[in-house]
Structures are given as C-alpha cells and as structure tokens.
C-alpha cells in the first residue's frame, strides 16, 4: 500500500509542475522534462508457517522391576541423570545367593575330578577288553561308572547356570542409553519381584502428538521436516524433527 501512495503523490506533483506557472504568457512557456526512475515489483512466492501445541513422550522407555525379593543394597543413580547401556544401576543384597554360587563351583570341582578319572579308567578297560585282559562285565561296569560321573557333571554346571541366572536378578542395568526419569526406591528398602524400582526413557528419540485443524491437514505430509521447540529447551535452539503420520 506504501508503494502505491508513493506512485500516487509522484503522479500528482508532475501534474502540479505542468499546470502551475500562470506569470508566462500561453504559447511562450517552456515545459521542463523530468527524469522519472521506475520501480518494477514481482511477485514473489510467501511460504506460510503454522505453530501447533503437542505432548512429548520418549519413543523408548523402560521400568526396570526384579524378579526376586531383596533388600535394596546400592542405588548408584538418581532422577535425571544420564546412563549408558549396560551400566548399573541397582544391586540388591544378594548373600545367600553368593554361598549358592559357591557351593555350586565346589560341586563343579569335585564333578570334574570324578569325571577325569572315570574317563581314564574307562579308557583303560576299553584297551584291556581290547587285548582279551578284561571281561564284558568290567567293560559295562566301567561304562557305566563313566556314565554317571558325566551326568553328574553335568548337573554341576546346570546348578551353577540356575545360580547365576537368578543372582543377575538381583542387579539392574541401563537397557540402552539414556536418563533417570525417576525412582522408586532407596537403599534399605524391600524390593518384591514385579515392583518398579527406576524407570529409564531414551531422550534422543522424542514423539511429538500434536492436533492439527482439519483445514490444515492436507498442506502437510510424511517425512516434511519441521522444527520442534520444547518448553524445557525454550531458551535453545529448536529441535529438528519429521513427520512420522
């Protein structure tokens, strides 16, 4: 509009000039030519942006519970700080599972021994029976004898798998990497299997829900990128993000 009254006020001055000096005589006025400078204006494509409000949710997160009941021995986080995968970050009172273990390497021992003499005896008669120096009976018997002490080998190193498998229970890693988002519990505290004891959200994958109005859905897109501006990030600068649907 600014530009049209400026072409407007030009237009009427030039008209002024032209028709105000009444003192020369008609015929003898001489009309001075004016350098006018023109301004050519071109329409230039707007690309209009539209603000919407939403909820951010973690794309990943997770409440991490045990599966035994244990008195909270160590808790080496707190809420909002950042983790790695695979870090710890509870560990329950777990010594009557240590003993377990124990026992269990114990058994483990005295299995391997009795196996290794087993296999040598066994071994032994095969090259007897072999030579006609020991009879089918001391053959079975012997096979037998090493029979036994391989299951019973065996069982060893199953009962210190089960042992183990329940004391990694009693420790809480980090998933994946990411923050404390809260905690439920302190050292000294109870823990029962099923009971959320930290809960842990990956940051660096956000999901975004915002309404749109249904005028505006068609200009929008999946994949169109767009800028995403966090109240707690308010004072940086905005996120970048997509649009997953």
């Known amino acids: ?5 400026y072409f407007i006020s030009l ?14 005589p008609a015929g003898s006025r001489t009309v ?15 690309a209009g942006t539209s603000s919407y409000s939403g909820t951010v949710e973690a794309l990943e997160e997770v409440q991490l519970s045990t599966r035994i ?4 021995e160590k808790v080496y986080v707190s809420e909002g700080q950042p983790v790695r995968k695979g870090q710890t970050l509870v560990k329950l ?3 009557d599972l240590e003993a377990k273990r124990s026992q269990a390497e114990a058994s483990i021992a005295e299995a391997d021994v009795y196996y290794q003499n087993a296999a040598t005896n066994l071994k032994r008669i095969e090259a007897l029976f072999k ?3 020991a009879t089918r009976k001391e053959l079975d018997d012997m096979q037998s004898a090493f029979a036994s002490a391989e299951a019973r080998r065996r069982t060893a190193y199953e009962a210190k798998k089960e042992v183990e498998a329940i004391l990694s229970y ?3 890693k980090a998933p994946f990497d990411g923050v404390v988002t809260a905690k439920f519990a302190d050292e000294g505290d109870l823990a029962n299997p099923g009971q959320t004891i930290v809960e842990v959200e990956n940051l660096r994958q956000l999901k975004i829900t915002a309404k749109v109005p249904e005028t505006e859905v068609g200009s929008l897109t999946t994949g169109m990128p767009v800028l995403i501006q966090v109240s707690a990030s308010a004072a940086g600068a905005p996120l970048k993000g997509t649009i997953d649907q």
């Open 1 to 5: 509009m600014k530009k049209t009254l």
């Open 11 to 24: 237009f009427s001055l030039l008209l002024l000039s032209a028709c105000g000096s009444e003192d020369n």
């Open 32 to 46: 001075k030519a004016v350098a006018v400078s023109a301004l050519q204006i071109d329409a230039q494509p707007v």
């Open 69 to 72: 009941s244990g008195w909270v």
């Open 93 to 95: 009172r777990s010594d």
């Open 131 to 133: 030579n006609g120096a």
């Open 170 to 172: 009693s420790i809480l």
